[in-house]
């Protein structure tokens, strides 16, 4: 069993919904992280969150937005999402970023329609 | 030249044999090394760590690690056909808070 959970699971959504992903760990980790997996590649790293303090990849588009509630939680808000933002969205989260050992929950697959 | 390079397959190894794994990276500062599993459709899995020179040995896997030669490699011992899978290589680059990960490898054991 996973101690990174992700919800939902599975998400079709329009390109005008909004929705959000969710991601919870249960290790007291400092550090949280979303990637973006497309198929037949490696996990793209989008964002970071460090005792609080956000990273951002500059290259992902403001239509993804991450909320880190608190050190156990990080959410990732879509709006107006594109068809090519179809893919396998990844949580991991790590003891803090100098020990960079991550953990993968189980990821949400995203269907752009 | 990319930061993480691996071999990207397919590479085809019968059951009971010995999958060899390789991966190089760019960076000489990099201190912390990662192969993660990932069957089709999951998320990757963390199967070994290892973060000095030598070998580290975990049941029927092995990861090696030659930080001069800038070349980590993962052996997996009495290959099944449960460890067909694509294997990522990843590494982390010093102070720049992230992991990068090589290709991967797809690898399928044949019975």
């Known amino acids: 069993d996973t101690e990174v959970t992700q919800t939902p699971k599975h998400l079709v959504m329009g390109m005008t919904n909004k929705k959000s992903l969710k991601c919870e760990q249960h290790?007291?980790?400092?550090?949280m992280y979303w990637y973006k997996q497309k198929a037949k590649k490696p996990p793209e790293l989008m964002f970071v969150?460090?005792?609080?303090?956000?990273?951002i990849n500059e290259s992902v588009p403001s239509r993804f937005s991450p909320e880190c509630p608190n050190s156990s939680l990080l959410n990732l808000h879509l709006h107006a999402l594109q068809p090519e933002d179809s893919a396998l969205y990844l949580c991991?989260?790590?003891?803090?970023?100098?020990?960079?050992?991550?953990?993968f929950g189980p990821g949400t697959r995203l269907t752009v329609l | 030249q990319k930061e993480v390079e691996q071999n990207s397959g397919p590479l085809s190894v019968p059951e009971g044999a010995i999958a060899s794994l390789n991966c190089t990276y760019s960076?000489?500062?990099?201190?912390?090394f990662f192969w993660y599993r990932q069957y089709s459709g999951k998320s990757p899995e963390l199967i070994m760590s290892i973060y000095s020179n030598g070998d580290k040995e975990d049941g029927r896997f092995t990861a090696q690690l030659n930080k001069a030669s800038q070349y980590v490699s993962l052996l997996i011992r009495d290959s099944q056909p449960s460890d067909s899978a694509t294997y990522l290589c990843?590494?982390?680059?010093?102070?720049?808070?992230?992991?990068?990960f090589g290709q991967g490898t797809r690898l399928t054991i044949n019975p």
């Open positions: 991991a989260s790590s003891r803090d970023y100098t020990y960079n050992e991550q953990f």
């Open positions: 960076d000489r500062g990099s201190q912390s």
């Open positions: 990843a590494v982390d680059i010093q102070g720049a808070q992230k992991l990068v």
């Open positions: 290790m007291g980790h400092r550090a």
């Open positions: 969150y460090s005792y609080e303090k956000l990273s």
